[in-house]
């Protein structure tokens, strides 16, 4: 799952964020699934991430930040917030 998750995060900063319309964009989905998308991403692509969006109302409202991220290197990044609204609310 986690190979996958990773060529998949890749081939989007490549097809994708290489377009420079895609200064920021929001991620679909603040479970596990859009969580580990994030994290997948590399740091300069994770950096435009503006927010998670999802339809949960228990969700919805709440910050996700993530304090387990590690560097290429192995050593512990400083932890990052994003979050989360409502998919009507996106931009």
Request: hydrophobic share 45%; no cysteine.
């Amino acid at each position: 799952r986690r190979t996958l998750l990773q060529a998949r995060a890749a081939a989007f900063e490549r097809r994708v964020l290489s377009d420079p319309r895609w200064a920021t964009f929001t991620v679909w989905g603040a479970g596990r699934d859009g969580k580990a998308f994030v994290a997948a991403l590399s740091a300069a692509a994770r950096s435009r991430v503006v927010a998670l969006a999802d339809i949960n109302p228990r969700k919805v409202g709440e910050l996700y930040t993530n304090h387990r991220l590690r560097g290429s290197d192995g050593a512990l990044l400083p932890p990052f917030t994003l979050p989360v609204v409502h998919t009507r609310d996106i931009r």
